[in-house]
């Protein structure tokens, strides 16, 4: 079976019956005295690379799995193409289709700066609708994709091609990588270029602002324009219909910057647009002479201090600095993600570890990775290995060690953990777990002890001692089965009365529990 084939310029194929005389007539008249046999083969070769050369240049396709050609075409309806011009090669187009045969099929696109179907995929190309196009831009690759798209759609076999009617300036985006990303996808893209001449024309190309600014920073607003020659004009910068400046210019034949200074100001979004008005005689098109920018104000940096200190001189520090800061306690710290949009940096000021639980710590590290958000740590009795960060996922976030390998004196901590058993699932599970975790921020320096209820009596499970043997003392705490202790006064006394006379700069108590039991009267 005869694979479905089809030629976009099918004249070429009329020079096949001269061009093999030829390649004939000089093989019989050669005089090379070569045995018949070479002259045959000779001649076959020679009539094969003219049969591949012209067919070549009559561009052979190959029509795929038998289902027929999907033509789409793709009308430029930007402001610079002149509508009659790109209506002509419309109807140009439509007649040398004519009426196609199933499977073969055509559809109709028209783009701007945003794309409209305007007619589906059928037998014959019409005219199409009254189009409501956004003709302030023209985005070429944008056109592409959703021609791909619509093609993909409609037209999932046999082969694809996209005619494209524009005269190729293109204000967004990269068409000609878009249409070698067609091409790997087995979609053709071919050209007809509009060709129009305006002897006298000033173009504003783009206008380019910062994304972001911060209130009271300078910034430049920066416009390219283009003119066909020697021009004298006014550039005028405005802000939602109020004049900003106006300022008279001469334009030299090509690009030419304008550059405009604005400083910021407080509005959350600022909508600025530059406009050129050419003298009289030196223009054509009025619609491409302005262009618009989007400028988006952020707030003043925000920190977050977190410190047991409500009277913060760091605080007060920043603010001089035009540098917000809210100072809480580590109590009052949230643990949603969401509180900190808009915070750039956390200060932890002489924050225990022990005074956050691990899902704020571990929303600290998170914050610092995920979305560049500062973290800063301010040294004290409180803080770095003495607070009992060593290990924890805030010490991943900061760029320093908590264990300090210099042989010198460090303050060392005492840590007491009161174990009640907890009246839930997995209760005890989980209190000796997190014993365990308080066991594991701590250094060969500290003293740790464990007090529990058991056996009708409050004891110390672990005595107090220092961190020597960490994996021992970890398996003394997997072994510790805590009771239901009446009340939590005896333990806390314990506890009180062994840190009172440690050996250690830093003393904490923590009390794992269900809450059952009354606190102590003083």
Known sequence: MIPPIAFDFPAWLLLLIPALGCVIYFTLSSRAGLPVAVQRLAMLLRSAAVVAIILALARMVHLSGGEGLSVLVLRDLSASVPRLVSDEIVSQTSKRLGSLEF????????FGNDQQLEQPMGLRLGPGISSE??????DIAAALRFSASHLEGSAPGGARRIVLISDGNSTEGDPVQEAKNLATAGIVVDVIPVHYEHQDEVILENVQVPETVRPGQTFSVDSVIWSSGAAEATVVLSEQDRIIERRPVQLAEGRNRITFGLGANSSPLRRLRVSVFPDAGTDSLEQNNSGLALVRTIQPPRVLIVSEDPDQTL????????ILADVVAPQQMSAIAEDYLGIEAVVLDDVSAFDLDPNRIELLEKLVHSTG???LMVGGSDSFGAGGWRGTKVEKALPVKMDIRQRKKLPNGA????LHTCEFAQGNLWARRIAIASLDALTEQDLFGVLLYDGGTDRWGIPMQPVADQAAIRSQIDALSPADMTQFSPTMQMALQVLLTADAHSKHVVVISDGDPPPPTQ
Do not use: H, K, W, Y
């Open 133 to 138: 196009i956004d003709r302030s831009g023209s």
């Open 415 to 418: 840590l007491a953990v009161i």
């Open 103 to 110: 499977p073969d099929q055509v559809g109709f696109v028209s």
């Open 373 to 375: 958000m500062g973290l």
């Open 315 to 322: 605080a007060r520090v920043l603010a001089d600095g035009s």
